[in-house]
């Protein structure tokens, strides 16, 4: 693809160069040029008042058989035996476009005691489920799930797969497409399908979360995308429902695996910022005032039992950890309950907590807009609010919340 001025046509407004928003227009002599700054982002081409830029495809020419490429693959990831929650959300949108393309929705599970799993992948709407089992799928291995991957595709031949964006898909994901020749567009916040063409369309932040970008794989299969945790929920389960259960063995010549596992860490401080599976997450923002305020978040959190999570403006203040960033451009969440202390609600940081099942807002400001999203807000400094709320969360959890309230009321 590229994109071309059509130097007859150009009247050298300069209107081009202006809003190109990578700087990547210049006068050259006589003529605007597109320089190597260009990023074929197309801004310019809705600008032009005399339509004298394109934008010219490149047919490319594949020996790929795309109709031989048939139906929609979930790769199920397990964590210590059991589906991560992401796997279950995909089962639901793989069904859609299973569905839409009257495909059959296929759940691959690879890891140590897989088939115990299977059942409830059935029941999460998978028609199929492959299994591959065996100590040795036990902790995650790139060149080991990658091999069994790859061979897999070779010979079931899938047209779609979806793998959630945890550490290990965002990493599986790539060396499987690079290994199958085929594009992969990484870290979905939706999808979608061309109904023309069958082709997926998936959808996700670009330029640094400033537009959306919608990405589509229309010469290889299969199409592959990794998709963020949070942002699809999970379908209905429905136990009565069973499917085609197929087991595979992969053989995997040992000594092409590179690395190994020597001493595996057990939920080594991860769980503590395992913000996409946290089912209550206590958020603090700039609202804090300092640093050293984030204690009070801690507390509640811990009251709760649940995780910190931050908005961006604190982490870039280095109040806390890149790690706990929820939004646009930090994790996707979806909690039973989110408390956004002293966080005002830009739409960046809406975007990763606005499918919490109940969201709670403490800020001073009425006006803010955290509270058009809100089940509950309170209106008040949270120095004073967040404190007093763990108390009665810790009054509650001791058993002394009944008879202390009673005291109070004389
Ligand atoms: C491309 C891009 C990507 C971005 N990605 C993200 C992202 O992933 N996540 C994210 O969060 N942001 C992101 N942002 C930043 C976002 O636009 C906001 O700047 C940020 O979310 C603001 O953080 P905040 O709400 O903590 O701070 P502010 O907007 O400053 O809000 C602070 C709030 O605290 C309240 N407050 C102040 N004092 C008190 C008090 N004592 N008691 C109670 N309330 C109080 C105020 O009324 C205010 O509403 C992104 C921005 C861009 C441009």
Redesign the pocket.
């Known amino acids: 693809m590229s994109i071309k001025i059509d130097d007859k046509s150009c009247v050298k407004c300069g209107v081009c160069e202006i809003q190109c928003p990578f700087g990547a227009i210049e006068m050259v002599g006589e003529n605007m040029t597109i320089t190597e700054k260009c990023t074929l982002c197309g801004a310019c081409l809705d600008v032009c008042p005399v339509e004298a830029i394109t934008r010219e495809t490149i047919k490319t020419v594949t020996s790929m058989e795309k109709s031989d490429y048939h139906h929609v693959w979930v790769f199920i990831e397990l964590h210590n035996g059991v589906p991560r929650n992401v796997g279950l959300e995909l089962l639901g949108q793989g069904r859609l476009l299973a569905d839409e393309n009257k495909e059959k929705l296929v759940g691959v599970i690879i890891g140590e005691g897989s088939q115990k799993v299977a059942n409830s992948i059935f029941n999460y709407g998978a028609d199929e489920v492959i299994i591959v089992e065996g100590p040795q799928y036990g902790v995650y291995n790139t060149e080991v799930y990658t091999h069994v991957m790859a061979t897999l595709i070779e010979k079931y031949k899938p047209a779609t797969i979806l793998i959630g964006a945890t550490n290990n898909g965002r990493d599986l994901g790539p060396r499987v497409a690079c290994r199958v020749k085929t594009g992969l567009t990484a870290d979905c916040t939706d999808l979608g399908i061309d109904k023309e063409t069958g082709n997926v369309e998936w959808t996700r932040p670009a330029f ?3 537009i959306m970008a919608t990405i589509v794989c229309p010469e290889h299969r299969p199409q592959i995308g990794t998709v963020r945790p949070n942002v699809f929920k999970k379908p209905i389960k429905d136990d009565m429902r069973t499917g085609n259960l197929i087991s595979e063995t992969v053989i995997i010549d040992d000594a092409k695996i590179r690395t190994r596992s020597i001493n595996f860490i057990k939920n080594f401080d991860a769980n503590h910022v395992n913000l996409e599976e946290a089912q209550f997450i206590v958020s603090g ?3 804090l ?1 300092k640093k050293e305020n984030f204690e009070m978040i801690e507390s509640l959190a811990e009251a709760l039992s649940g995780t910190v999570g931050a ?4 982490v870039d203040a280095e109040w806390i950890s890149p790690l706990h ?6 994790k996707t969440v979806g909690p039973k309950v989110y408390i956004a202390c ?8 809406l975007a ?1 907590m606005s499918s919490s099942d109940i969201i709670i807002a ?4 009425p006006e ?1 807009p ?1 509270f058009d999203v809100a089940d509950f807000g309170v209106v ?4 004073e609010v967040i404190p007093e709320f763990t108390k009665h969360i810790l009054d509650y959890k001791n058993g002394t919340y009944m008879t202390r309230n009673l005291k109070n009321n004389g």
């Open positions: 640094g979360g400033n923002g700039r609202g005032g908005s961006r403006a604190v960033q929820v939004g646009q451009t930090g002293g966080i005002s609600g830009a739409i960046q940081h990763g403490i800020n001073k400001d803010a955290i008040g400094d949270l120095t």
